[in-house]
């Protein structure tokens, strides 16, 4: 089992930055890959960014790119999302989610508990 948990989420003003984090722990050997997702209020789950564990490739989301950054210490098993130029449509829960050798996709995977992401206006 690998347990992820969030940290950083909060309010700010559009175009301020939050960053956030999320710590494994567990059977952190075993992941492949670690990344974000956010659901806003009545609306489904959405994929934000991504990193793959060994060769650290970052997939995002079009609505993100350029704003948002990926980064992993493997050697603290944390994976960070700093965020600028934040906007109210980036209102949210983030959850830290992870892929692994037992668990090859999203769907399967490992999600932490999520932090609020609220951007006013």
């Known amino acids: 089992q690998v347990r992820l948990v969030e940290s950083g989420g909060g309010l700010v003003q559009a175009g301020g930055s939050l960053r956030l984090s999320c710590a494994a722990s567990?059977?952190?050997?075993?992941?492949?890959?670690m990344g974000w997702f956010r659901q806003a209020p009545g609306k489904e789950r959405e994929f934000v960014a991504a990193?793959?564990?060994?060769?650290?490739?970052?997939p995002y989301a079009d609505s993100v790119k350029g704003r948002f950054t990926i980064s992993r210490d493997n050697a603290k098993n944390t994976v960070a999302l700093q965020m600028n130029s934040l906007k109210p449509e980036d209102t949210g829960v983030y959850y830290c989610?992870?892929?692994?050798?037992?668990?090859?996709?999203?769907?399967?995977?490992?999600w932490g508990q999520g932090t609020q992401v609220t951007v006013s206006s």
């Open positions: 989610a992870a892929t692994g050798a037992e668990r090859r996709t999203w769907d399967q995977g490992y």
């Open positions: 567990g059977r952190t050997f075993n992941i492949y890959t």
């Open positions: 990193i793959t564990w060994s060769l650290g490739k970052t």
